[in-house]
């Protein structure tokens, strides 16, 4: 079955960068229609994507934020990393990563991890 | 950019109640529109897709329909373990989530 998990510091200071890993199963990132995207959840919020990479490493990044993201993936060992420089504590939230499929049928995240919370605090 | 608009922003309902929830595109956004479910203290689980689809394991008295601009979710009898927050989004350019509905037992 399909599974995500996500991994990574639970508190960064602020200026620091963030790295986070996407570790999944039950799919490959270099089958067509296959991408993983990286979501956030501020406290008490709505949902924000942050940015994705397909089965072609074709990256999209959420216009707002693409100065401080990349995101990479590495297909041998199923992992996908999103890196967040200059961490600021408004980017205190719970990290989701999702796979999203995109397909003649849908375009949707039909998976997701059960997400990190990272806190930003010195 | 594309902005997703949900009503209402909560509301209570009675088991077994029917319950609506609209979200209205900026944009014609075809039928490129998916509803998630976020129970407290979880990640959101998929429930329709392509704006009328039901996802695989989903129960059958989620349904939603819709085109162009506007879209309902409807639960066609409310059940405890529905206590949630929905959100709609769309994929029809980049991609936008709502704001969330609140659904909550009365």
Redesign the interface.
């Known amino acids: 079955q399909v599974t995500l998990r996500e991994s990574g510091p639970a508190l960064v200071k602020p200026t620091q960068t963030l790295t986070l890993t996407c570790t999944f199963s039950g799919f490959s990132l270099t089958t067509s229609g296959m991408c993983v995207s990286w979501i956030r959840q501020t406290p008490g919020k709505a949902l924000e994507w942050l940015a994705f990479i397909d089965w072609d490493d074709d990256k999209y990044y959420n216009t707002s934020l693409m100065s401080r993201l990349t995101i990479s993936k590495d297909t041998s060992k199923n992992q996908v990393v999103l890196t967040m420089t200059n961490m600021d504590p408004v980017d205190t939230a719970t990290y989701y990563c999702a796979r999203r499929r995109r397909d003649d049928d849908t375009d949707s995240y039909d998976f997701w991890g059960p997400g990190t919370l990272v806190t930003v605090s010195s | 950019d594309i902005q997703m608009t949900q009503s209402p922003s909560s509301l209570s309902a009675s088991v077994g109640d029917r319950v609506t929830i609209t979200c209205r595109a900026s944009q014609n956004i075809n039928t490129?529109l998916?509803w998630?479910q976020q129970r407290p203290g979880?990640?959101?689980?998929?429930l329709i897709?392509?704006a009328s689809?039901l996802?695989s394991g989903v129960p059958s008295r989620f349904s939603g329909r819709g085109s162009g601009t506007d879209f309902t979710l409807t639960i066609s009898s409310l059940q405890p373990e529905d206590v949630a927050t929905y959100?709609c989004?769309q994929?029809y350019r980049?991609?936008?989530?709502?704001?969330?509905t609140k659904v909550e037992i009365k």
């Open positions: 490129f998916n998630y979880r990640a959101p689980n998929l897709y392509t689809s996802q959100y989004q994929t980049i991609q936008t989530f709502g704001q969330g």
